[in-house]
């Protein structure tokens, strides 16, 4: 899967089903955005934060949150835009997954 990290479309991040496995694991995109709803370049920094303590303060060396700091959250193309698509693309998953569930 790719997101789009810019509005022109000239950037793109690779996203893994791991990645996305990773973001729910750790809860990251819960509270992440503030009551007014918009993602800027602030609740990007928030989310780095949120991971470099994650990294730092548990001693955490899980190999999915670290190719997801590397792949992905500090990646040199993602931007505010990037990670509105991100979270697009992991709430289409988490919708998917409900749907295979409710299917059995």
Do not use: P, W
């Not at 950037?11 to 819960?30: D, G, M």
């Not at 730092?56 to 590397?70: A, I």
């Amino acid at each position: 899967m790719k997101i789009q990290a810019n509005a022109s479309g000239t950037r793109q991040i690779s996203i893994t089903q791991e990645h996305i496995q990773t973001i729910r694991q750790y809860r990251l995109f819960q509270n992440l955005i503030d009551s007014n709803g918009i993602i800027d370049e602030a609740v990007l920094e928030k989310l780095k934060l949120n991971v470099r303590a994650l990294l730092e303060n548990g001693g955490n060396s899980d190999r999915g949150l670290l190719s997801l700091c590397f792949d992905v959250v500090y990646h040199s193309d993602m931007k505010a835009f990037g990670l509105n698509n991100l979270l697009t693309l992991y709430n289409e998953n988490v919708n998917e997954n409900e749907e295979e569930n409710n299917d059995f």
